[in-house]
C-alpha cells in the first residue's frame, strides 16, 4: 500500500468508526420523540430531518455561487474558477449525491424501524451534516482527507440501507 493510500485507509476507518459511534451517542441521548405509529407520521417525520441533512448542500451551493458572482468566473463557461472553487463544486456535487442515497435510506429506515428506535432518525440527519462538514473542510486541508467525511457517509447510507432490508427479512 503507498503512503496516500494508507492514509485514505486510515482516514476511512476513523471516519466510519466516528459515523457509528455519533450516530449511537445522539440517538441514545435524544428523548424517545412522539410519533404517531403510522407509515406517513414516520415519513413525515424522516422529511422533516431531511431538511436538516440538506443543510450542507445548501451552503456549499451558496458557497460556489457567492465564489463565482465575486469573481471573474462569474461566466462558468470561461474556466477561471480557482483551486478552492473547483474543491467546493465537487464537494458539492458529491454532497448532492450522497444526499440522495440519504434520503432514500432515511425515508425507509423510518418506516421499517420498531417504533421506539425511531430516534435513530435524527441521529441520522445529524450525523449526515456533521460527516458532510468534515468532507468539506479534509477536501479544502488536502484532497486524501475528504476521507472520513466520505466514508463516513457513504458507510451510513449502506448501513441504512442493509437494516432495513434486514428489517424486512425479519418480519
Known amino acids: 500500500m503507498t503512503k496516500d493510500q494508507k492514509t485514505v485507509a486510515i ?3 476513523s471516519g466510519i468508526i466516528g459515523m457509528v459511534l455519533l450516530v449511537w451517542l445522539i440517538s441514545n441521548a435524544i428523548p424517545e420523540p412522539v410519533v404517531n405509529d403510522a407509515p406517513g407520521n414516520r415519513l413525515a417525520y424522516a422529511l422533516r430531518w431531511s ?3 440538506v443543510l450542507p448542500l445548501f451552503a456549499m451551493l451558496v458557497a460556489v455561487g457567492n465564489a463565482r458572482f465575486l469573481s ?3 461566466d462558468p463557461t470561461l474556466g477561471k474558477e480557482s483551486e478552492k472553487m473547483v474543491v467546493d463544486g465537487r464537494v458539492a456535487d458529491n454532497t448532492l449525491q450522497q444526499f440522495v442515497c440519504f434520503l432514500v ?3 425507509a429506515l423510518s418506516v421499517s424501524v420498531p417504533i421506539h428506535w425511531i430516534s435513530v432518525i435524527p441521529a441520522v440527519a445529524i450525523t449526515f451534516v456533521i460527516c458532510r462538514m ?3 473542510i479534509g ?3 488536502h484532497p486524501l482527507y475528504r476521507a472520513p ?3 463516513s457517509t457513504a458507510y451510513m447510507n449502506l448501513f441504512m440501507y442493509i437494516a432495513v432490508i434486514w428489517l424486512r427479512l425479519a418480519q
Open 139 to 141: 477536501y479544502r486541508i
Open 149 to 151: 467525511g466520505f466514508s
Open 105 to 107: 435510506g432515511i425515508a
Open 51 to 53: 431538511v436538516v441533512a
Open 134 to 136: 468534515v468532507f468539506w
Open 11 to 13: 482516514g476511512a476507518a
Open 72 to 74: 471573474e468566473a462569474i
